[in-house]
């Protein structure tokens, strides 16, 4: 296995190097959201940054695919320096981008309405509990939408969110189609409501989906082509 | 330096585009690889660069296989494909970002190369200029890598005339005995002068492999006005100055190879020339 870990810094400059414009507009957009709404958490931000810039190179059309191909560095080497770019990078830009929410908000409702400087400043509204739920719950999406990036050549991000919800129809269908088997007729509760699972077998499908997608998303960059 | 055996590849099922395939490509020539449009020339070559995976047969560049894509094989092999794109960046920025991959990479050698190609600004965006000039800069770079195995998909389309004589100048100032070159053209009349070994596709397979020395010993061309009294006569075209006609040199007189001359014979008389190239190579 060629492994260079200069390579990989190099990878990850470059991919900076290329798309940093991108990604200073993710952070403020990050920044702005989280001061202003609290309907979108830290799981909802990293699914979307890894929809848009997951195997980013790799998702651009054919004309420019192929200097990621050719770059020579080994295929795990790509690999993990898209891991970095999206499991490590876009948690760390959204966990340093809340802070900085949180002080535009505190910002503007002094500007605004009036808030006196000297009220307590929350930089990061969530306990780590929550934000290691959070991020922990949206892996496995994160994972599949990673592999998807890789899988597909062109639009990739919409292919997956496609792909997403007519997976979830299917499973609720399916879902339907068991119980009206199993209880008959005008019985509107689904299957995954009337059984309890043990709490630890959330994690053991969570971390096996994120396990397999990860493995999958190696053996796709080992098979791309242009 | 290239060695292909029964190589097979089709876009999909049932419609071949490389159809048995076996090839040796020496080192140390430019090669001009020729051929119809869509005969599948991009193609073979995305192949032996790795970026197309065959259906079956073997292909060995370097000494490596190309679809495993090791580091050794693309820190030695650089591709500049027909359609390219760039990144919004400085010249000076796509250098830097990139050439760190390459160990033999000279920056001298790069800034004298775009220099001859009359690119003096480094601070140029590469998304900003006109295709010509990057399709320039990409060259200036792939030749600066020092890959012993340069594959350039019709490098001259989108280059002005000045440009496509620099470009020739360039590639023969960047070439010696450790360097390959493929170059893949319609337009062969911008390669004259520079290869010196023709490999023409036909039909999803190779017809002619040979340097250009093998094609003037076996094969003699020249210009006439009357070509009538004139024997073995395998191929001629009118021309503002006679005819310009191929023959079987069977006196070994020597002739300057015409590309686009014996382009045309080869699809004119396909066995028969195919037989006298074959035969006895000198």
């Given at each position: 296995?060629?492994?260079?870990?200069?390579?990989?810094?190099?990878?990850?400059?470059?991919?900076?190097?290329?798309y940093?414009?991108?990604?200073?507009?993710?952070?403020?957009?990050?920044?702005?959201?989280?001061?202003?709404?609290?309907?979108?958490?830290?799981?909802f931000?990293?699914?979307?940054?890894?929809?848009?810039?997951?195997?980013?190179?790799?998702n651009?059309?054919?004309?420019?695919?192929?200097?990621?191909?050719?770059?020579?560095?080994?295929?795990?080497?790509?690999?993990?320096?898209?891991?970095?770019?999206?499991?490590?990078?876009?948690?760390?830009?959204?966990?340093?981008?809340?802070?900085?929410?949180?002080?535009?908000?505190y910002?503007?409702?002094?500007a605004?309405?009036?808030?006196?400087?000297?009220?307590?400043?929350?930089?990061?509204?969530?306990?780590?509990?929550?934000?290691?739920?959070?991020?922990?719950?949206?892996?496995?999406?994160?994972?599949?939408v990673?592999?998807?990036?890789?899988?597909?050549?062109?639009k990739?991000?919409l292919?997956?969110l496609?792909?997403?919800?007519?997976?979830?129809?299917?499973?609720?269908?399916?879902?339907a189609?068991?119980?009206y088997l199993i209880?008959?007729?005008?019985?509107?509760?689904?299957?995954?409501?009337q059984?309890?699972?043990?709490?630890?077998?959330?994690?053991?499908?969570?971390y096996?989906?994120?396990?397999?997608?990860?493995?999958?998303?190696?053996?796709?960059?080992?098979?791309?082509?242009? | 330096?290239?060695?292909?055996?029964?190589?097979?590849?089709?876009?999909?099922?049932?419609?071949?585009?490389?159809?048995?395939?076996?090839?040796?490509?020496?080192?140390?020539?430019?090669?001009?690889?020729?051929?119809?449009?869509?005969?599948?020339?991009?193609?073979?070559?995305?192949?032996?660069?790795?970026?197309?995976?065959?259906?079956?047969g073997?292909?060995?560049?370097?000494?490596?296989?190309?679809?495993?894509?090791?580091?050794?094989?693309?820190?030695?092999?650089?591709?500049?494909?027909?359609?390219f794109?760039?990144?919004?960046?400085?010249?000076?920025?796509?250098?830097?970002?990139?050439?760190?991959?390459?160990?033999?990479?000279?920056?001298?050698?790069?800034?004298?190369?775009?220099?001859?190609?009359?690119?003096?600004?480094?601070?140029?965006?590469?998304?900003?200029?006109s295709?010509?000039?990057?399709?320039?800069?990409?060259?200036?770079?792939?030749?600066?890598?020092?890959?012993r195995?340069?594959?350039?998909?019709?490098?001259?389309?989108?280059?002005?005339i000045?440009?496509?004589?620099?470009f020739?100048?360039?590639?023969?100032?960047?070439?010696?005995?450790?360097?390959?070159?493929?170059?893949?053209?319609?337009?062969?009349?911008?390669?004259?002068n520079?290869?010196?070994?023709?490999?023409?596709?036909?039909?999803?397979?190779?017809?002619?492999?040979?340097?250009?020395?093998?094609?003037?010993?076996?094969?003699?061309?020249?210009?006439?006005?009357?070509?009538s009294?004139?024997?073995?006569?395998?191929?001629?075209?009118d021309?503002?100055?006679?005819?310009?006609?191929?023959?079987?040199?069977?006196?070994?007189?020597?002739?300057?190879?015409?590309?686009e001359?014996?382009?045309?014979?080869?699809?004119?008389?396909?066995?028969?020339?195919?037989?006298i190239?074959?035969?006895?190579?000198?």
């Amino acid at each position: 296995m060629e492994l260079n870990i200069n390579r990989i810094i190099n990878l990850i400059k470059r991919d900076i190097g290329i798309y940093w414009l991108n990604y200073l507009g993710a952070i403020l957009i990050v920044i702005f959201l989280s001061a202003f709404t609290s309907n979108f958490g830290l799981g909802f931000y990293w699914f979307i940054l890894a929809l848009i810039f997951s195997f980013k190179e790799y998702n651009n059309p054919s004309k420019l695919r192929i200097q990621i191909i050719t770059l020579p560095a080994s295929n795990i080497e790509k690999y993990l320096y898209s891991f970095f770019i999206t499991f490590i990078l876009f948690p760390l830009i959204i966990l340093l981008s809340v802070p900085f929410g949180s002080v535009l908000r505190y910002l503007v409702e002094m500007a605004i309405m009036g808030k006196e400087f000297s009220q307590a400043l929350n930089l990061f509204p969530y306990t780590w509990a929550e934000t290691a739920y959070q991020i922990l719950t949206i892996l496995p999406f994160v994972s599949i939408v990673f592999f998807g990036n890789i899988y597909f050549n062109k639009k990739g991000g919409l292919k997956i969110l496609l792909s997403f919800i007519a997976f979830f129809l299917f499973v609720v269908s399916i879902d339907a189609f068991i119980l009206y088997l199993i209880r008959g007729e005008g019985n509107n509760l689904y299957i995954t409501n009337q059984i309890q699972f043990p709490e630890y077998t959330k994690y053991i499908v969570s971390y096996g989906i994120t396990a397999f997608f990860l493995f999958l998303s190696y053996l796709r960059i080992k098979e791309k082509e242009v | 330096m290239i060695e292909i055996n029964n190589l097979k590849f089709s876009y999909k099922r049932n419609k071949m585009v490389i159809d048995d395939i076996s090839l040796n490509i020496k080192k140390g020539y430019i090669h001009g690889l020729l051929g119809k449009n869509g005969i599948g020339k991009t193609t073979l070559l995305k192949l032996m660069s790795g970026l197309l995976f065959p259906n079956s047969g073997d292909i060995e560049v370097l000494g490596y296989t190309p679809m495993q894509r090791k580091v050794g094989f693309l820190q030695d092999i650089f591709f500049l494909s027909e359609e390219f794109d760039v990144y919004k960046m400085t010249i000076e920025n796509y250098v830097k970002l990139n050439s760190v991959f390459y160990p033999k990479f000279s920056e001298t050698d790069f800034y004298n190369y775009l220099e001859e190609f009359e690119i003096t600004d480094r601070k140029s965006k590469l998304n900003a200029l006109s295709f010509g000039t990057k399709k320039k800069v990409i060259i200036a770079f792939g030749l600066a890598t020092h890959a012993r195995l340069m594959i350039l998909d019709e490098p001259t389309n989108g280059l002005d005339i000045p440009s496509k004589a620099q470009f020739r100048k360039i590639i023969l100032k960047a070439m010696n005995d450790e360097t390959t070159i493929i170059i893949s053209t319609h337009q062969v009349r911008d390669l004259h002068n520079l290869i010196d070994s023709i490999l023409i596709m036909d039909e999803r397979n190779i017809l002619i492999n040979a340097s250009n020395r093998e094609i003037t010993s076996k094969l003699f061309f020249g210009v006439e006005k009357d070509i009538s009294t004139i024997d073995n006569i395998l191929y001629s075209e009118d021309n503002i100055g006679g005819n310009l006609f191929v023959k079987e040199n069977r006196e070994n007189l020597e002739s300057n190879l015409d590309i686009e001359l014996f382009f045309n014979a080869v699809f004119h008389n396909k066995e028969k020339i195919k037989s006298i190239l074959s035969n006895n190579n000198k």
